[in-house]
């Protein structure tokens, strides 16, 4: 952790090669949200390329090195919130990448689980990907949505148990 507070403030500094390592430590981890969010592969990677040139155009306002991911995250989701918006009818792509296998038993679970996220609300796939991939809390959700904490726990605990429920339906 101290050395990406080092690569933080030499990227504030102007250092490319910084900023380099510490978006190639993050990519997956955006990728993986912004796919989770939009449901397409190719929107994921634009939006992500988006996220990435607006962070290191405006890398110097970070206020703190240590909020850093929370930072490039809200950047990340501001900017699916705005796809969102720019395509409320899109159709659902699935990839062969998307979430890490290793914690489930099957192929099929994983796809099940795909099919039943992707068929969540918009908002409530940008809530819970926000809490389990970004690690937001209700708290930095609430502000970043402009909502109420008690508003994102009710919406993301009634989005997770519709999932549980069409999992355990079939």
Not at 5 to 28: C, N, P, W
Not at 48 to 72: C, P
Request: with cysteine.
């Amino acid at each position: 952790m101290k050395q990406n507070l080092q690569q933080i403030k030499k990227a504030k500094a102007g250092d490319t090669d910084a900023f380099a390592e510490l978006y190639s430590s993050i990519y997956s981890d955006l990728y993986r949200f912004a796919l989770y969010t939009l449901k397409n592969p190719t929107d994921a990677e634009d939006i992500v390329s988006e996220t990435v040139m607006d962070a290191y155009i405006s890398i110097h306002k970070l206020r703190s090195a240590e909020s850093f991911k929370s930072w490039i995250f809200k950047i990340l989701s501001t900017k699916c919130k705005q796809r969102f918006k720019e395509t409320q009818s899109s159709t659902v792509e699935l990839s062969e990448t998307f979430p890490d296998k290793g914690s489930f038993t099957s192929l099929e679970e994983l796809m099940d689980l795909r099919h039943h996220f992707f068929q969540l609300e918009n908002e409530d796939r940008l809530i819970i990907s926000m809490h389990i991939f970004a690690g937001y809390t209700s708290q930095e959700i609430a502000k970043i949505l402009h909502m109420n904490a008690n508003t994102i726990r009710s919406k993301e605990h009634r989005a997770l148990k519709k999932l549980a429920d069409q999992l355990n339906s079939q």
